[in-house]
Nanobody, 118 residues
């Protein structure tokens, strides 16, 4: 079992910055990929950024050049630095971890609200 706890959300004006953190605990070995998704009201949950165990990074086109994902393996924590925030970035941001042993399992955090005012 993997537990993910997000922090760092809040209210910010357009053009501002926030940094989200996701601390993983439990059986964190064999986590293949960890990252962030977001879900705005009435919309589906979409990928924001992920980082693989090998260091490969993937960003949604909408956040490229503005968001940066990073990780501290010693702390089992992944970060999402969000700069130049736009009102359309408003959503609940969820941390996701994919772990493969005999089967592949997705783990989700509880989510943290990010609200960007215009």
């Amino acid at each position: 079992q993997v537990t993910l706890v997000e922090s760092g959300g809040g209210l910010v004006q357009a053009g501002g910055s926030l940094r989200l953190s996701c601390a993983a605990s439990g059986s964190t070995f064999n986590i293949n990929r960890i990252g962030w998704y977001r879900q705005a009201p009435g919309k589906q949950r979409d990928l924001v950024a992920t980082i693989s165990s090998g260091g490969m990074i993937n960003y949604a086109d909408s956040v490229k050049g503005r968001f940066t994902i990073s990780r501290d393996s010693a702390k089992n924590t992944v970060y999402l630095q969000m700069n130049s925030l736009k009102p359309e970035d408003t959503a609940v941001y969820y941390c996701n971890a994919v772990r493969t042993l005999a089967v592949t399992v997705n783990y989700w955090g509880q989510g943290t609200q990010v609200t960007v005012s215009s």
